[in-house]
């Protein structure tokens, strides 16, 4: 069993703040992007991406990958600061 590579955000929750931020900017509710990252088979909760984009959980580099697309943007969109 492959455990999945997770992005640390340390002590600052700058991805999760940035996946919050461009989700907004969709108009997509977190339930609604929980369907979008569902059917890119990636298994997630709302719980779970509330927890990511609190910084309370680290997002695994498939949830980057899948969210790069759903939310039509560059990597370097999530490790930008504030």
Same mark, same amino acid.
Request: hydrophobic share 35%; with cysteine.
């Given at each position: 069993?492959?455990?999945?590579?997770?992005?640390? $955000?340390?002590?600052?929750?700058?991805?999760?703040?940035? @996946?919050?931020?461009?989700?907004? $900017?969709?108009?997509?509710?977190?339930?609604?992007?929980? %369907? !979008? *990252?569902?059917?890119?088979? @990636?298994? @997630?909760?709302? +719980?779970? *991406? +509330? !927890?990511?984009? $609190?910084?309370?959980?680290?997002?695994?580099? %498939?949830? *980057?990958?899948?969210?790069?697309? @759903?939310?039509?943007?560059?990597? +370097?969109? &999530? &490790? +930008?600061?504030?």
């Amino acid at each position: 069993m492959n455990k999945a590579e997770r992005i640390r $955000q340390g002590g600052s929750p700058i991805i999760g703040y940035n @996946i919050r931020r461009l989700r907004e $900017q969709k108009r997509l509710r977190n339930m609604d992007l929980v %369907a !979008k *990252l569902q059917l890119e088979g @990636i298994p @997630i909760s709302t +719980s779970s *991406l +509330s !927890k990511i984009e $609190q910084g309370a959980c680290n997002p695994t580099t %498939a949830q *980057l990958v899948a969210l790069r697309e @759903i939310l039509g943007c560059d990597y +370097s969109d &999530f &490790f +930008s600061p504030c």
